[in-house]
């Protein structure tokens, strides 16, 4: 069966603009979560959805926000971008909120 | 708050090895633990998942232990090939309500022809 599917999985920003990520689970899989991958940072938690709600926010400013639909497709979005937001987003989905994590190949955001 | 630490940070070997990679946690309250392997640029792929209850779970030449009472978890790698040349991370998950995974720096490993 498919995996978990990430789009784009290349994109280039410049500082202030917007990005919206999107992230498609494992078909049956209804939680959702997001981290952000930097080399000097490691992986770090974004937030988790489970049914359309969100379950768990980290630590980042509230320039980060996230959404889950129906169909348990995820978007993040990250408004007024800044050079330190350059990263790998990783999404990851589960059958439950505390399963097994199966990841998708990620989306590298550059900000110029 | 939970802490994962991985040591060493890299690690170097020569083809057909057996080798050992070890992960450490504070907080021995976890729901289950979970290896995974990511290659450079790519996602991470998901290993062997040990529940809090069970000791050790194994897939083909990979065997993970988990002992809640040091804190302590061990990837075991039996005969290293030059395709298990990756990093190794190992997340906990909390049994607190928040059920976050927390991630390991992960070690580095290098299986040399």
């Known amino acids: 069966k498919a995996g978990v599917t990430q789009t784009p999985r290349y994109l280039i920003k410049t500082r202030g603009q917007q990005v919206t990520l999107s992230c498609s689970p494992i078909s049956g899989h209804r939680s959702v979560s997001w981290y952000q991958q930097t080399p000097g940072q490691g992986l770090q938690f974004l937030f988790e959805y489970f049914s359309e709600t969100q379950r768990n926010k980290g630590n980042f400013p509230g320039r980060f926000s996230g959404r889950q639909f129906s169909n348990s497709r995820s978007e993040m979005n990250v408004s007024t971008l800044e050079l330190g937001d350059s990263a790998l987003y990783l999404c990851?989905?589960?059958?439950?909120?505390?399963?097994?994590?199966?990841f998708g190949e990620g989306s590298r955001l550059t900000v110029l | 708050k939970q802490e994962v630490t991985q040591i060493p940070a890299a690690l170097s070997v020569p083809e057909g090895e057996n080798l050992v990679l070890n992960c450490s946690f504070t907080d021995s309250a976890i729901y289950n633990l979970q290896w995974f392997r990511q290659d450079p640029g790519k996602g991470l792929t998901s290993l062997l998942l040990i529940q809090s209850s069970q000791r050790e779970q194994t897939s083909g030449r990979l065997n993970a232990s988990l002992d809640k009472s040091s804190g302590r978890s061990t990837l075991y790698i039996a005969a290293s090939q030059p395709g298990d040349s990756a990093t190794y991370l190992c997340?906990?998950?909390?049994?607190?309500?928040?059920?976050?995974?927390?991630f390991g720096s992960g070690t580095r490993l290098l299986v040399r022809p």
């Open positions: 990851a989905s589960s059958l439950h909120t505390d399963g097994e994590l199966f």
């Open positions: 997340a906990a998950r909390s049994m607190d309500s928040s059920y976050k995974l927390i």
